[in-house]
């Protein structure tokens, strides 16, 4: 194989279309910046929403002296939810030490209490499917109905509010995703039959001259790919850094590159191929 | 390769109505040079490509030196076609390409170590050294004939196979084309080329003519 043949006439490609190649290289850059920006964004947000996700939790705090078997009643009720994923009963004493732990600072206050100054509570951490739904705020309201049930907190705000923009992005992302795509498809597909367009001739001349179509059009392929690759490599390197810089993994990126370059792929094949 | 080309009752036809070829017999031995003549839509061309394998009959056969060119292999074509040099009726030159890379096109292809000398060499043969930069498309219709006929040999094939290669020519053109596959005929090379002009075929006294009338040889001389 004379490889020095074919790396001339991938120049050659090149040189001969370098607006076209100039426009796809725009298209490229435009196309794989907005949407690795856009999964990364969401990534980010997901992540910071599985860390508020974890530290939340909710409150049911109790009389002093509540009749044991309301408070069971309490949570029986919890525990029996489909989106509760765990109950815990915090009694006076070990709400005294968590206080300690949390707060060493401040432990010499507590010997002002003859006994534990806290309520007996229960704390109840949701699955989160609870945040889809309007869940907590509803249970909430049903559990501060129990005549022991002092009162009812939770610190889930955050976390419902991450999870409502989430979901907005999700949708906006997609049907940019998808606008985008009924866009990109025939605007590529037409780029890459002009820039063939303009080298048939040669397909045809390699064949009558006694060699194989197939490594031009290998070549035809990989020159398609070119622009593709390059931009893929500077997304690559400014999504890894950003990737870094807010702890969130570069995958979701890759997987973008790899789902493009597939799509290269197959239009170059589907040029080659009428 | 190449010493023989024998078409045996070969038949082509286009979209199923048209009769290309029909029935075609006859052999061509290394060293001849035959003119298939007749008018346009003869078949003159189908039968050329025949030759070079880029349609294959609808019956009978086409052999080079002996291979039926419908059961070899892809690989099998593209080496009997290194042997063979073709000037196609459009020329097929790379418009957008100098004199130069046109001519040393089939020769990177190849992986030709002698591509400079063998360049010049050509181009001092076929007078177009003082265009040599020169884009394809700037040359006359006689120079682009002359570029043609020389790209087709510069990787001394041992057939040379030219579609229509006078039409539109002055005469002086013609008169240059045709004394040059006279020369390369001298040498050994067998030549097959297509032409309504009758007039050349008396320029070449040992030439065989097959005369095409639809599809058909109706005369062999």
Known sequence: MNIRFYIQELFSIMRKSRSDFIFLLVIYFLSLVIFSAAIQSYSYISKLLDETFSASYMKVFFEDDSDERMVSLVRKCAEESPVVERVELITKEKARDEFKSRFPRYSALLELFPGSPFPQNLEIKFSSRALGVGYIDEFMGFLSNFPVVSNVQHNYTSAIQLYRIRKSLYGIWAILFLTFMVLYIPLNLSFMRSIFEREKKLFYLVEYFGSSRRKLEATFVLAMAIPLLLVSALTLVVFRNLGELLKIPIYPVVYLLLFFLFLQMIFSFDVLEK | ?221
Do not use: C
């Not at chain 2, 001092?124 to 006359?140: A, F, M, W, Y």
């Open chain 2, 1 to 221: 390769m190449a010493d023989k080309i024998e078409f045996e009752n070969v038949s082509v036809r286009f979209n199923t109505r048209w009769l290309a070829l029909d029935n075609v017999s006859f052999s061509i031995k290394k060293g001849d040079f035959v003119f298939l003549v007749g008018p346009t839509g003869a078949g003159k061309t189908t039968v050329l490509r025949l030759i070079y394998g880029d349609i294959l009959p609808d019956q009978g056969e086409v052999r080079i030196d002996g291979h039926p060119l419908s059961k070899i292999s892809k690989r099998k074509l593209l080496e009997i076609r290194t042997k063979m040099g073709i000037v196609f009726q459009d020329l097929m030159l790379l418009d957008d390409r100098s004199v130069f890379e046109n001519l040393a096109f089939p020769l990177r292809l190849r992986g030709d170590e002698d591509i400079m000398r063998k360049v010049v060499s050509t181009l001092k043969d076929i007078n177009l050294t003082h265009k040599s930069n020169d884009i394809v498309s700037s040359l006359s219709r006689g120079e682009q004939q002359r570029l043609a006929l020389a790209r087709a040999m510069i990787n001394e094939p041992e057939v040379l196979l030219a579609d229509e290669p006078f039409s539109n020519l002055h005469k002086s053109d013609i008169d240059w084309l045709i004394d040059k596959m006279n020369k390369y005929n001298e040498l050994g090379l067998t030549v097959v080329l297509s032409t309504h002009n009758f007039e050349v075929i008396t320029r070449v006294p040992k030439a065989r003519v097959l005369k095409i009338e639809e599809g058909r040889i109706i005369l062999e001389h």
